[in-house]
């Protein structure tokens, strides 16, 4: 029934606020858990990435540096001695340190081989200097990643887990935190807020100056039911006039259950007075239609007390205390009644459910 009102956009200020996260803590750690998470991914990804840069740039100066050797070794070994002959490229091989080195005569498809191509002057025509390259990126991986990665793998899969574990840890916190408040702010028994969210709301509304009124219930010939059958059928009473009462609740408007048969309404879009009685004789209508309980069937009365506040910062206590007045004055006529707190007892001494 609380939620019912506060889910509108006219929700009143502290309710309104009671459901907000803007200036949650909790929520800003979850946040942090989630960057500190994707963080984690971007460091990995880059830590990734730079490694496989540094072996593509270690294998590209090996390459140059063997193809260079090699053409070095060319030039040294055919010049003087003519086109290279097997003795030759022997000869280059140890002097290099190139790996299978041979000559071929066809463009090698081969993945990986390297090829210098020859002049007439240093092999037959056509030829090429084919040898298989060595690379230090490739040992430098055999070496080292079958330890390394697996274990930068792990330790960076369980920082992950563990953020994700905080994340949950976190999420069930707030989630404790949103049950508490809601439950530090509700009635047990008919859901409605209670009076510590009613005062807040109040308080609110007070501080920023804005005009509301206070409609204050009381059950009447609810004590004899109570004391007639039990506390169980009180209960269902009281969730009946409950539910009954937030049937006529406009959106913004609070009511809540002080305790006992008294409920308190705080609205901040019906100030007149024509409107408010109308609210009240709507309530005592609805109020004094039989009540359906296991078995029987029982009948309450309702007293209703009214105050208006359009005075900027007037005290909660007071008008609180005017509508308890009212109501007080209420009780005291036959049958169900609501009075003003501004009532001029004399000009109207029969504001009630037949007025």
Not at 50 to 68: F, G, H, N, V
Not at 206 to 212: G, I, Q, S, V, Y
Not at 224 to 240: C, K, Y
Not at 274 to 298: F, M, Q, Y
Request: proline share 5%.
């Amino acid at each position: 029934m609380l939620l019912q009102t506060i889910d509108h956009p006219g929700a009143l200020p502290a309710v309104a606020a009671a459901r907000s996260d803007e200036y949650n803590g909790i929520n800003k750690i979850g946040r942090l858990v989630l960057l500190c998470a994707g963080v984690l991914l971007v460091t990995v990804t880059l830590l990734v990435g730079s490694a496989l840069q540094i072996l593509q740039a270690i294998e590209r100066a090996d390459l140059d540096a063997e193809r260079l050797r090699a053409a070095n070794a060319i030039d040294a070994i055919s010049g003087p001695n003519g086109p290279l002959t097997e003795a030759g490229i022997d000869l280059l091989a140890r002097t290099t340190g190139l790996r299978d080195v041979h000559l071929s005569t066809e463009v090698s498809t081969e993945r990986g081989l390297q090829q210098i191509p020859l002049l007439a002057g240093e092999a037959p025509s056509g030829s090429f200097l084919t040898w298989t390259p060595t690379s230090r990126a490739d040992e430098l991986f055999r070496g080292y990643a079958p330890i390394r990665i697996p274990l930068v793998g792990g330790l960076l899969l369980v920082v992950f887990l563990l953020l994700v574990r905080l994340r949950t840890l976190v999420a069930d916190i707030e989630r404790q935190r949103r049950l508490a408040h809601h439950q530090s702010r509700s009635d047990v028994l008919t859901g409605l807020a209670n009076r510590l969210a009613f005062e807040t709301a109040l308080a609110d509304l007070t501080a920023d100056a804005r005009p509301f009124a206070i409609i204050a219930f009381d059950l009447d010939g609810f004590k004899i039911i109570n004391d007639s059958f039990g506390h169980a059928a009180g209960d269902n009473v009281l969730r009946a006039v409950a539910d009954r009462l937030s049937g006529l609740l406009h959106p913004g408007e609070l009511l809540a259950r002080f305790g006992g048969d008294e409920f308190v309404l705080l609205t901040t879009g019906r100030l007149d007075h024509l409107s408010l009685s109308d609210l009240a004789r709507d309530c005592i209508a609805l109020i004094e239609a039989p009540i359906d309980l296991p078995g029987l069937s029982v009948r309450v009365g309702i007293s209703l007390g009214l105050v208006v506040s359009t005075a900027p910062h007037a005290m909660p206590a007071n008008l609180m205390a005017q509508a308890d007045a009212a109501l007080y004055r209420a009780k005291s006529s036959q049958g169900s009644s609501f009075r003003f707190a501004d009532d001029d007892l004399a000009a109207r001494p029969q504001l009630s459910a037949s007025a």
